[in-house]
Each structure stands twice: as C-alpha cells, then as structure tokens.
C-alpha cells in the first residue's frame, strides 16, 4: 500500500501509510495502542477503504474493490476476534473456510496434518474451546482458504504463555505457504516471527526494517513502544 489514509467518520485515522509485504515474507506491524494497526489491515482489504492513496495486489491495483473480491484473490483475514462459529464443530468450521466445496475432507485432513492439537478436538463445537485452541482454528482456516496472503491480527492475544509459543509454532508453519502480514503486541514473538517490520506511530509508519537483532531496547524503538 502506498500513502493511505483512511478515516472512521471525520476521524483520521491513517495518515498515509505506506507498505509492502512481498512473496514468501512475513512482516510485523508493531506500535502502542491505538495507533492504526487494525486499521492498516482494514484499509488493505478495503474494510475501511481508503479515502487516499492505493492498494496493490500482485502489483494490480485494488483500491476500491469489494473484500469478497479480495478473498477470492487468494487474501484471507484472522480478526482479532477470531470469528468463530461457536456451535459448529472444529471441522466445520475448517470446512466453511474451504473455497472449493470437493476438496474439503482434503483440506481438512491437510489442517489437521499442519495442526495435529487440534485433531483430537475435531469434533467439538469451536464454542467450547480454549482460547489458543480457538486461534488456532482461526489459522488453519486461513490456510484451508488457499490465501497467498493473510492478514493476521493480534494472534497471541489473551493466551497463556505456553500457548502463545504452540500458536506462534502454527504461524511458523504457515508462513511456509502464505505470505504473513502481523500486527503483534508481543515484541519479541513479532520479531521472531517476522523478516521485516514496520513500527506505526499516530497514523503514520515511523521505523521500519528487518527484523534481524533488533530487541525492544533499540532506541529508535524503545521511544514508541514504552
Ligand atoms: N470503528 C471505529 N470507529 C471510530 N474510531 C475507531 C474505530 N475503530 C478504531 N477507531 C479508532 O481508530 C484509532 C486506530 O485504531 P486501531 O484499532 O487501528 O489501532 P491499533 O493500533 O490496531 O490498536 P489496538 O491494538 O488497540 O487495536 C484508535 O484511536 C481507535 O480508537
């Protein structure tokens, strides 16, 4: 995306924000609360679509499109709310997440394969499980939805520590077939699971490179994160 700005009725939210994620990366976006991460996401799938600037997919530009257009397109989302379908079983929900409605026992069988914890929960409804179990239903549907580029919001949030590390294994192995873009809170899991990032400030990004021994003590970090 380039110079976006995107607004929430009068209020300006992204002050042209600008980024790339490109094939095979996985790329964070880190910034204190309220900065525009979620936004960033919205605008890129044109939830909030912006009122300046483009979105480019594959180099095409897509600003403006509907999100259904999007998804078809091979980019799927992980909201921050996981988005579950409470009574229906794990499998279902894997299963709904498939485009192609033949390929669904495959599909499934292949998420259960990439997510082996979740096998023996197949058949319960996503309601009742933990919330790390529940994250990771919300990534393999990702994955099943055949995306080349997920969007993934704040996957680590609300779970214990031993579960964030069993996610950020899943995501590990996601980011083998789909490009990641991340907004993560959890400094060093998001520089551990990305290749480069960028760090957002009031709209706007304000650092931005790899990742590469980078720690929330770097200066030109630490003044936006503390
Ligand atoms: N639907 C909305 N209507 C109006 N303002 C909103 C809406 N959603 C978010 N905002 C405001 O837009 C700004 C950016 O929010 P955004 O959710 O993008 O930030 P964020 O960096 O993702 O933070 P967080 O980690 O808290 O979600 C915030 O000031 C927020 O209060």
Redesign the pocket.
């Known amino acids: 995306m380039e110079d976006v700005h995107a607004y ?2 009068e ?1 300006h ?1 992204l002050e042209g924000v600008s980024l790339r994620v490109d094939r095979g990366e996985t790329v964070a976006l880190i ?1 204190r ?8 996401l919205r605008a890129a799938l044109q939830l909030t679509p912006p009122r300046e600037g483009v979105v480019r997919l594959r180099g095409e530009d897509v600003t403006g499109e509907p999100t259904h257009e999007l998804a078809h397109r091979g980019v799927g989302w992980i909201p ?1 709310d996981r988005r579950m379908f409470e009574e229906l079983t794990v499998a279902e929900n894997i299963g709904v997440a498939v485009k192609d409605a033949s390929r669904v026992d495959e599909k499934l069988e292949s998420a259960l394969e990439t997510f082996p914890e979740l096998r023996e929960h197949e058949n319960r409804k996503a309601g009742d499980l933990s919330g790390g179990q529940q994250q990771m239903v919300a990534i393999a549907r990702g994955l099943v939805g055949e995306n080349d580029l997920l969007l993934v919001d ?1 996957p680590s949030e609300g779970l214990a520590p031993q579960i964030v590390q069993t996610v950020a294994e899943a995501l590990e192995r996601v980011s083998d077939e789909a490009s990641l873009l991340l ?1 993560e ?1 959890n400094f060093p899991l998001a520089m551990d699971l990305a290749d480069r990032f960028y760090l ?1 400030d009031n709209g706007r990004v304000v650092e931005s490179g790899s990742t590469e021994g980078v720690t929330a003590d770097d200066e030109r970090i630490r003044r936006y994160l503390a």
Request: hydrophobic share 20%; glycine share 22%.
């Open positions: 929430y009725g209020s939210v910034g609360n309220g900065v525009g991460k979620t936004t960033t921050e704040e907004v809170q957002v």
